[in-house]
């Protein structure tokens, strides 16, 4: 038994994935959706007072813009709790690092194999982009990562309820995926499976919102950062600190920060301990160049 959890904006996408978990889930459950179209609150209020609202230990927290592919999905996520009393928080993306330098989930043009996704993903914001299925590039598994990605987030109501989302410091709808991650990755397991698929209708979007709560969750967990879940080397450490940086300095010009705004960024990362200064200094080029992106 499940208590599915959704912060609801659009009634018709919440009709649809109703419809959708009704016919493929196939355990029992109770669908606890609420109504936010105007954006008054954020996702970390709605998602707490959700978990308290629910009956069932076991919390599915889920967009509404997906659609479940794999038919007996709740029993797939029931399966891993039962047979892992360590998870904490399961989701179908991850990524097994997650680095000192502010990033989402997954590190930007990184190692493939640090990751696990099981996403039919489709681009609303750049419609001439083919829909991609990630899934296709993992072995059917779960993969104990650093952080998940929040589409879709499982957890017990007792963790919840002792490891809440952070509506203090997250009171948009951006970061309290990487903050939660972080939050029960101390005391629990956080796993990624493809084992079941789903279908996500839209992406992110990097603008001054997300570039915004990231920066806070980064500097709410910088002191234990870098995690992750697989031994690397220095230099694939390096790499990582090297390209994630990289690419929110990018954002920062995106957004319209000034040079020396994107310069106190760099130097307050505290990333030279783990890019060396030669990598450190080459990523001083960023606060002028131009690099093109498909995000």
């Known amino acids: 038994m499940v208590s599915i959890i959704i912060a609801s904006v659009d009634s018709r996408a919440l009709s649809k994935v109703k419809s959708n ?61 039962e047979s892992n009393s360590k998870l904490g928080l399961l989701g179908v993306a991850g990524g097994a690092y997650k680095s000192r330098a502010p990033s989402s989930w997954f590190c930007y043009d990184g190692y493939h194999w640090l990751h696990q996704i099981g996403v039919i993903q489709h681009f609303k914001y750049d419609m001439d982009r083919p829909v991609t ?25 007792s963790i919840m309820l002792n490891h809440e989302f952070d509506e203090t410091l997250l009171t948009g709808f951006h970061g309290y995926d990487i903050d939660i991650s972080l939050a029960i990755g101390q005391h629990y397991d956080v796993m990624a499976t493809n084992q079941f698929l789903i279908t996500h209708f ?15 969750v980064q500097r709410k967990w910088e002191h234990l950062l870098p995690i992750m879940t697989v031994q690397l080397t220095k230099q694939q450490l390096k790499f990582l600190e090297k390209r994630n940086m990289r690419f929110f300095l990018h954002i920062a010009r995106q957004i319209g920060l ?27 080029l960023e606060l002028v160049k131009k690099r093109t992106y498909r995000l």
């Open 21 to 81: 978990i009704q016919e493929t889930i196939a355990i029992p459950y109770e669908l606890i959706a609420i109504e936010n179209a105007k954006g008054e609150r954020g996702i970390c209020s709605i998602y707490n007072e959700g978990a308290k609202r629910a009956q069932f230990e076991l919390l599915c927290f889920v967009h509404e813009d997906v659609r479940f592919e794999t038919m007996g999905w709740g029993k797939w996520i029931t399966a891993a709790f």
């Open 133 to 157: 299925d990630h899934s296709l590039d993992y072995e059917s598994n779960l993969k104990k990562v650093a952080a998940l990605d929040g589409v879709l987030l499982c957890s017990r109501k």
């Open 202 to 216: 839209s992406e992110g979007y990097y603008g001054a919102d997300w570039f915004e709560a990231t920066l806070r």
């Open 258 to 284: 000034s040079k020396i705004k994107r310069l106190r960024l760099l130097w307050g990362s505290r990333i030279v301990k783990l890019t060396g200064w030669a990598t450190f200094l080459k990523l001083h």
